[in-house]
């Protein structure tokens, strides 16, 4: 029997991780949960992001589904102690280098796009982000220059193996598509992104089926803007990824509706929304559900071999928006209760 971890966080984590729940209780899939504290909350109750309890549920079990985590109350606590080091703690900690952010616009949100509803309804894309390298883990410090001005660093970087198989997570992804994959880098810039666009080169010499294309990210931003639907798979590092897939997110009709999958090596996952906690609508019932909830189906077709019931809460939710379900971020007025209760309705 699988067991999963389910991390729920702060702000609307809680309440998206239970709507999910919800959803999965109803699948009977036979599987176990079990439920520990992350980021602030944990903080609160145990004087670390990730207690060392969090992190072996997290290890031992065969899939996490987590909320999020963040909160204003711990944005000038030391570095070590904000409640973000538990979500990049998990992702060094269980190797999750590659994180899978599928972008489209569902059936009837063309409306809630910003974009025009022509050029939004072509968005079907996945954003391959690298997770465990770049900026966000190299050396990081402050300190004072000669002059006595407060200086701050954080080195980019990355080496050719975990470029490479970043790249390979992506070429097979591209595969199992329209076989299209862009990488995004900076390399009129910066050595980082040069050594990612020759070894992606390199690696592309495995995978002639698959067409690959080179954008700086600036022009990559205009043209998510612009055309969306010329993209098919997109690889790029994390913190561009991180940029990309907000932006992505809100052509496709809401930061609400975006679910990733965050896998390793052996396919191991944490599965979570791409929004953060949203203070701002916390427990006001507010949050749209929809990005974790089909979080979870991601959990059940990559790490549970569940595919039949992944398809089933994708389709749940394709019907929940058709019938006019609508969460304030997609512009109605649904709680996220009544738009659980509308997936469920439709399993
Ligand atoms: P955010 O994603 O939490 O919120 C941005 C905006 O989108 C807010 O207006 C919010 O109300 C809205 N929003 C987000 N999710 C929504 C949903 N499901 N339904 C409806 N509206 C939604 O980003 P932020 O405000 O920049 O960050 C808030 C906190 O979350 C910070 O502490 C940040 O570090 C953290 N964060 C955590 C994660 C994570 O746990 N993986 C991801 C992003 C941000
Ligand atoms: C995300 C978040 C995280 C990131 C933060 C909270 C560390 O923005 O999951 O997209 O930057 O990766
Ligand atoms: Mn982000």
Known sequence: MALIAILPGDGIGPEVVAA??????????????????VGGAAYRAHG?????????????????????????EFDNVAREHRPEQAILGLRKELGLFANLRPAKLFAG??????????????????????????????????????????EGHDLMRYDEAEVARIARVA???????????CSVDKANVLETSQ??????????????????????????????VRN????????TGNLFGDILSDQASMCAGSIGMLPSAAINQDRKGLYEPIHGSAPDIAGQGKANPLATILSAAMMLRHSLGEADAAD???????????????TPDLGGTATTQDMTNAVLAAL
């Open 48 to 72: 670390h992001p990730l207690p060392p309890a969090t992190l072996d549920l997290a290890k031992r079990a065969d899939a996490v589904l987590f909320g999020a985590v963040g909160d204003p």
């Open 312 to 326: 089933r809460i994708e389709a749940a939710v394709t019907a929940a928006l058709v019938a006019g379900h609508r």
């Open 171 to 181: 070429f097979e992804t591209a595969r199992t598509r329209n076989h299209r994959l």
């Open 195 to 224: 050594l990612w666009r020759d070894v992606v080169i390199e690696v592309s010499a495995d995978y002639p089926d698959v067409a690959l294309t080179h954008m700086y990210v600036d022009n990559a931003a205009m043209q998510l």
């Open 109 to 150: 949100l063309e409306d809630a796009s910003a974009l025009r509803p022509e050029v939004a309804a072509a968005i079907d894309m996945v954003i391959v982000r690298e997770l465990t390298g770049d900026v966000y883990f190299g050396e990081k410090g402050r300190g004072t220059t000669a002059d006595g001005l407060r």
């Open 228 to 235: 969306p639907g010329q993209f098919d798979v997109i690889v």
């Open 20 to 37: 999910a729940r919800q959803v999965l209780d109803a699948l009977d899939l036979g599987l176990t949960f079990e439920e520990a504290p």
